[in-house]
């Protein structure tokens, strides 16, 4: 059941990185750090080094969206074990991108559909929990509530440098 219904919603092309998708995904993450006014100093040669490692990686899921052959967005998340038991384990997405020069219901299509994207992952592996993380500025909640997630924990940071 759940199958039918991922492809019905599934507006977009998702599909998993690939090591030729680095670069591609690297601009789409240099425009977001900016738009997202990000405070540390981004070092393009650290992130592509370090999403080739999490593809090729069994312990990340990374995921492009695709329109027209071109990637439009990016989902970046982890595969977990539960710290409190052996016998259940999480995804945890960190990172989502849609190219901030689109338009915005443009760029919520593509979030959407990454989303989407991940809970059928997340059904074919049989995870038994997943967890977004979500920034306060680009409220997702009415999706969340109204598709049986919960608010589990507030996360608060600071940059100490």
Do not use: H
């Not at 809970?119 to 995870?127: C, D």
């Not at 306060?136 to 600071?158: A, M």
């Amino acid at each position: 059941m759940l199958l039918k219904v991922w492809i019905k919603k599934q507006p977009m092309k998702v599909r998993k990185a690939e090591i030729t998708d680095i670069d591609a995904l690297e601009v789409i993450a240099s425009k977001s750090c900016k738009k997202m006014d990000f405070q540390g100093e981004y070092d393009s040669d650290y992130f592509k080094n370090t999403l080739k490692e999490q593809i090729e990686s069994d312990n990340y899921i990374i995921l492009k969206c695709v329109d027209n052959n071109v990637i439009i967005g990016g989902l970046f998340a982890m595969l977990l074990p539960e710290m409190y038991s052996p016998t259940t384990n999480l995804i945890y997405q960190f990172a989502m991108q849609a190219d901030p020069d689109l338009n915005k219901v443009k760029q919520g299509r593509i979030v959407l559909s990454l989303i989407y994207k991940l809970e059928y992952i997340a059904f074919m592996l049989e995870v038994n929990e997943i967890a977004f993380s979500v920034d306060k500025k680009y409220d997702l909640s009415k999706y969340y509530d109204r598709n049986g997630y919960t608010l589990t924990e507030k996360k608060y940071s600071r940059r100490l440098k």
